[in-house]
């Protein structure tokens, strides 16, 4: 999903206290809520890699092996002008209504960098990456059902903005190279339309 046309419609809100979802300029700008989710209708998943392109979020996030509000696995994203910046990236499960911190990594992500954030499950393990390179690894075992996938945000008064999300994700490139290529891409579009 490029959000090229609003999708939104193709998407349920989940959450402790519900968000704004809108498609604007090319990217799903989600503004505000608690723990507010926005799963992919029609998706229910066991293994899978599910990933976004990203510029901006103060807390926003991927999930997958959705259940309901209170159970489900979630990649935290944060900016380096995130409510935290030293933890741009955080493994939690949901587990009851309670998140427990799995594992975090403290990157260099610049509000207003376009990065690729992408997690991926297997059995018990998850895997994060950023920018192509694997940078989290955990095994958890706490939920094994298939589940929806989607995007976070949280935190009332702050944004998260995405430019695209992919799910269910078949490898045909080396990531590095893909993310090489979708710079390049991205490079050119922004030239064209904006030169």
Not at 35 to 54: M, P, Y
Not at 150 to 162: D, E, F, M, N
Request: glycine share 10%.
């Amino acid at each position: 999903d490029t959000f090229d046309t609003d999708s939104t419609g193709s998407y349920t809100q989940h959450a402790d206290t519900a968000g704004t979802w809108t498609v604007s300029g090319g990217e799903l700008v989600a503004t505000g809520g608690e723990q507010a989710l926005f799963i992919r209708n029609g998706t229910s998943f066991t293994d899978t890699k599910v990933e976004c392109d990203c510029n901006h979020a103060y807390n926003g996030g991927l999930i997958v092996r959705f259940q309901d509000v209170n159970n489900y696995y979630l990649l935290a994203l944060r900016d380096d002008s995130g409510n935290s910046p030293t933890k741009n990236l955080s493994l939690f499960k949901r587990i009851g209504g309670t998140f427990t911190e799995m594992t975090f990594v403290n990157l260099s992500w610049t509000r207003g960098q376009s990065v690729l954030a992408r997690l991926e499950i297997k059995g018990t393990q998850l895997k994060a990456f950023f920018n192509g390179s694997q940078v989290l690894s955990v095994t958890d075992s706490s939920i094994t059902a298939a589940g929806g996938v989607g995007l976070r945000t949280s935190v009332a008064g702050t944004q998260a903005k995405y430019q695209a999300f992919r799910w269910d994700i078949q490898d045909r490139l080396n990531d590095s190279v893909r993310f090489e290529l979708e710079s390049l891409r991205d490079g050119l579009t922004s030239r064209h339309y904006h030169n």
